[in-house]
C-alpha cells in the first residue's frame, strides 16, 4: 500500500509463518501437555501410588514406602 489507501499489490507467499501448530504437542520432558486435576503419582522403583494432589507436582512427593521421587501417571 503505497499511501496507505488499499490500493497496493496483493501480499504474496505461503503465510506459514510461526503459528501455534496442531496443538498436539507434548509439554517439557515428554509428559502430558496438561495432565489435570486427576490421575495418580506412581514410584518407578517400587511401583507404589499416591494419589495426586492438585498444585502438587508429584516428583515433589517421596515415596511412602521406599522415599525415591514419584513420577506422574
Known sequence: MPRGDGTGPMGQGAGSG??????QGK????GPFAAGPGGN??????????????GQPCNAINCPKCGTKMTRN
Not at 510461526?18 to 496443538?23: D, P, V
Not at 511401583?47 to 494432589?53: D, F, L, P, R
Open 18 to 23: 510461526r503459528g501455534m501448530g496442531q496443538g
Open 27 to 30: 509439554g517439557k520432558m515428554g
Open 41 to 54: 503419582c506412581v514410584c518407578p522403583k517400587c511401583g507404589a501410588t499416591a494419589a495426586h494432589v492438585v
